[in-house]
Nanobody
Framework: QVQLVESGGGLVEDGGSLRLSCAAS????????MGWYRQAPGKQRELVAT???????NYADSAKGRFTISRDNAKNTVYLQMNSLKPGDTAAYYC???????????????WGQGTQVTVSS
């Protein structure tokens, strides 16, 4: 079994910053890509940023220049530093990881339970 646990969400004012963390644990053989997605009420879940095991990053246009994704492979942890937050960033943020467990032949996607980010105007 593999679990992803997020932390770091909360309420912040317009222009503020937050740092999200997501730690993967369990019977992990290897982790490929890790990433952050978000879902606002009434909207579909959307990509925020991803990072490969080698450190290559990919950002949604809405995140470029304001958010930074990073990871610590030794800790199986991915981070999302969010600066210059706007009310439009308000959403539940979900961590994703493509993991090969010891008991599996293949990689599969795992998701965290989500952490709420609310930006007040």
């Amino acid at each position: 079994q593999v679990q992803l646990v997020e932390s770091g969400g909360g309420l912040v004012e317009d222009g503020g910053s937050l740092r999200l963390s997501c730690a993967a644990s369990g019977s992990i053989f290897s982790i490929n890509d890790m990433g952050w997605y978000r879902q606002a009420p009434g909207k579909q879940r959307e990509l925020v940023a991803t990072i490969s095991s080698a450190g290559s990053t990919n950002y949604a246009d809405s995140a470029k220049g304001r958010f930074t994704i990073s990871r610590d492979n030794a800790k199986n942890t991915v981070y999302l530093q969010m600066n210059s937050l706007k009310p439009g960033d308000t959403a539940a943020y979900y961590c994703n990881a493509r993991v090969k467990a010891y008991s599996s032949k293949y990689y599969r996607d795992y998701w965290g339970q989500g952490t709420q980010v609310t930006v007040s105007s």
